[in-house]
């Protein structure tokens, strides 16, 4: 079995590591096959939707431990152990492909569902605060717990968390390294949804429906203006989102909507 597997059926495109053994800790396969899978989602107009899940046990581990350990760097690899021999050769390790996974989902304008069990634990949990929205079973468990191993945040904790929690939310966290609870991180605002174990999948489905059915540029743009407008002043995002605003208007999506609101009926977008 490859360490991930994606599929894409329905217009929804599934991401789901799979190295349950580890706790979905990372590995070099799996990241390969993770940035694949991100470009083929980016560029693929018959993509409406995108999923990441885990296997077995829990959502992610982050870095494979036993690997560090073994002074292999921070990915579980096969006679690799001389690319990771220097700081510099670390460095790439991470630059080169555990982080190409964040800029890669900040180039996806459709949406990015991540869906948390079990535990999402450092650069795991991270990689979940790239996505757009974040539905985690009640009972996971998260931590931001590169602290514990001696390491800095090195997959994307240091820009997303401040921007999401603040400055002192965020240190506390990644200072501490203390496993929170998927209600603390809801009332933190790490996580959009907490559904009971019971019902994750199937309110996962349930949303990733309405989204798929949904406008899909209306839904492009969207997201387009809301990740924008975090880096450009009041007036630049007014003058994009007019632009955008013209555009979809145009559109049979839009004329379905408004007939749809005005029939009180349930829309058909194309």
């Not at 605060?129 to 468990?141: F, G, S």
């Not at 999401?164 to 949804?193: I, N, P, S």
Request: aromatic share 8%; with cysteine; glycine share 8%.
């Amino acid at each position: 079995m490859q360490d991930l597997i994606f599929n894409v059926e329905n217009n929804i495109a599934r991401i789901i590591l799979n190295r349950p053994d580890s706790l979905n800790a990372f590995s070099s396969e799996m990241i390969s096959l993770w940035i694949h899978a991100l470009e083929t989602i980016r560029d693929s107009d018959d993509i409406r939707v995108a999923v990441l899940s885990g296997n077995g046990r829990g959502f992610c581990a982050g870095g494979d431990i036993k690997s560090m350990a073994k002074g292999e760097g921070f990915l579980k690899s096969e006679g690799q152990e001389d690319l990771t021999s220097t700081a510099l050769a670390r460095k790439n390790q991470l630059w080169k492909k555990v982080q190409r996974i964040p800029l890669l989902l900040q180039e996806i304008d459709k949406p990015v569902i991540a869906v948390l069990h079990g535990v999402a634990f450092g650069a795991g949990f991270d990689m979940s605060l790239a996505c757009d929205i974040r539905i985690a079973a009640e009972t996971t468990k998260i931590s931001e717990s590169y602290i514990k191993a001696g390491i800095v945040p090195g997959d994307g904790a240091a820009y997303f968390l401040p921007r999401m929690v603040g400055v002192d939310q965020a240190l506390d966290l990644l200072w501490t390294g203390r496993v929170f609870t998927a209600k603390e991180a809801k009332e933190l605002g790490l996580v959009t949804h907490v559904v009971e174990d019971h019902l994750l999948n199937e309110f996962v489905e349930n949303y990733v429906e309405k989204l798929v059915n949904g406008p899909q540029e209306t839904i492009r743009f969207t997201k387009r203006a809301v990740y924008q407008g975090l880096d450009i002043n009041l007036r630049t995002s007014l003058d994009m989102i007019s632009s955008a605003m013209g555009i979809v208007t145009e559109l049979e999506d839009f004329k379905e909507g408004v007939n749809a609101v005005v029939e009180k009926r349930k829309p058909n977008f194309s």
